[in-house]
Nanobody, 120 residues
Framework: QVQLVESGGGLVRAGGSLRLSCTVS????????MGWFRQAPGKEREFVAA????????PYADSVKGRFTISRDNAKNTVFLQMNSLKLEDTAVYYC?????????????WGQGTQVTVSS
């Protein structure tokens, strides 16, 4: 049984920062590419960022490029999303996912999500 547990969400003012974490248990974490996705109210879930198993490849959505940074610690089975210069439009539930590969972006497992709310 693979479990992905996100943490670190919360309420923050525009311009502020948050760091999300996602800890994976149950399988060999280092064999998976990992991704962060988000879903705002009334909108479809969208891609935010991803990272290869080695950490050497990190694609980002254009909307977060230069503000968000994805990283991973394979020794701790954890992937992070550092979010800086947050905007109102970043408000969403953020989900981490284990991916089959960066090439396909096919999700294998999902976390339960963590709420990020950015206020003015």
């Amino acid at each position: 049984q693979v479990q992905l547990v996100e943490s670190g969400g919360g309420l923050v003012r525009a311009g502020g920062s948050l760091r999300l974490s996602c800890t994976v248990s149950g399988r060999t974490f280092s064999s998976y590419a990992m991704g962060w996705f988000r879903q705002a109210p009334g909108k479809e879930r969208e891609f935010v960022a991803a990272i290869s198993w080695s950490g050497g490849d990190t694609p980002y959505a254009d909307s977060v490029k230069g503000r968000f940074t994805i990283s991973r610690d394979n020794a701790k089975n954890t992937v992070f999303l550092q979010m800086n210069s947050l905007k109102l439009e970043d408000t969403a539930v953020y989900y981490c996912a284990a991916l089959a590969s960066l090439a396909t972006m096919r999700t294998i497992y999902w976390g339960q999500g963590t709420q990020v709310t950015v206020s003015s």
